[in-house]
């Protein structure tokens, strides 16, 4: 039998960063997400032996360990080795040794969530074979546990609790890690005309994202009043971005991702840098109305809101800078276990 699972990446519309710590333990704080044709996928297949093969098909990366309660953290393939860990202090021994083996749609450091992404596949896939009792805000909240507190990787709450429920949510998130995931019935024909005129742009770049991540965190450690006025900006953006779906005004979107983008390059530097401006730039030279760098910044994914047919200006202005344009869907369901 081979216990399979896959989750999908998300894109980030509105109020990125207030769902980082300690912002949003303090003043709450406000997302909204959409996920995408993307995936994380993870397959185990138990062994007669008693190994751990963990290997990672997209990072041609692979690892055998002996099965002991607690593998080694020694920066290889940490999330898996993180959820294994995990699962075993929770829950007991793994019922056998056994391969695992993961690949994600998008290169890591891309802005669309591929870590925690690859993490929430990777517990669905032990969900499936152990059997575990794991709803869908146990799942979110444990990857998180994992990554951020047990294997010290710093980020937000978002891409846990995306890639688990799937779909178009505004999320809220509290002190003592609350976390309220409210998904929103768009109308089709709104999610459809949001999906033709909003282009999704590789930079060909990747980044760190913890250390700008951590450099936002200290700003409101530091009562850095910019920074913080701007996240609070951002949070307002998520509630205006959620009207506006709910509502049909698409052609409002663009206004509403631009204003988010002038904010937040003020809640931390290497948000954006000289070469990034100049692609957002010569999108809205070209027609785009607005649009955001995807995740915490500094490389990944942009996406360009086009109104009509401005997205074939906004392509032919783009295609020197060196990066590609990917197609995607908007996906409803998060996390999908099943065996073979």
Request: glycine letters at 10%; charged letters at 20%; a negative charge.
């Amino acid at each position: 039998m081979i216990y399979r699972s896959k989750a999908p990446l998300r894109i980030g519309l509105a109020g990125g960063g207030t769902d980082v710590s300690p912002y949003c333990d303090i003043y709450g704080g406000a997302i909204l997400n959409a996920t995408i044709s993307l995936y994380a996928y993870a397959s185990i297949e138990p062994l007669d032996e008693p190994v751990v093969i963990l290997e990672a098909m997209d990072r041609s990366e692979r690892v055998e360990l002996e099965l002991t309660p607690s593998l080694p953290l020694d920066g290889r393939l940490e999330l898996a080795k993180g959820v294994y860990n995990r699962i075993v202090a929770d829950y007991g021994a793994v019922p056998s040794g056994f391969k695992l083996t993961t690949s994600v749609d998008a290169p890591a450091g891309s802005g669309l969530g591929s870590s925690s992404t690859l993490m929430v596949a990777i517990l669905g896939a032990f969900r499936e074979w152990m059997n575990l009792p794991l709803g869908e805000y146990d799942i979110a909240h444990m990857s998180y546990e994992i990554e951020r507190e047990e294997l010290k990787m710093a980020g937000g709450k978002q891409d846990q609790y995306a890639a688990t429920f799937g779909g178009v949510n505004f999320m809220e998130f509290y002190g003592n890690n609350s976390v309220i995931v409210n998904p929103l019935r768009i109308k089709h024909k709104y999610l459809h005309e949001l999906e033709n005129n909003l282009l999704l742009y590789f930079t060909a770049t990747s980044r760190l994202s913890s250390t700008i991540i951590e450099a936002q965190s200290k700003n409101v450690v530091d009562k850095n009043e910019k920074s913080i006025e701007a996240m609070h900006q951002l949070k307002e953006q998520a509630r205006m971005m959620k009207e506006a779906l709910l509502k049909g005004k698409v052609d409002d979107i663009g206004a509403i991702l631009d204003y988010g983008f002038r904010f937040k390059k003020q809640m931390a530097q290497g948000i954006s840098n000289p070469a990034m401006d100049e692609l957002y730039d010569t999108a809205l030279r070209a027609g785009a109305t607005g649009g955001k760098i995807s995740g915490a910044g500094g490389g990944g994914f942009m996406m360009f809101y086009c109104p009509g047919t401005t997205h074939y200006k906004v392509r032919a202005a783009l295609a020197t800078f060196g990066g590609d344009f990917h197609r995607y869907q908007f996906t409803e369901q998060g996390l999908s276990t099943w065996s073979v």
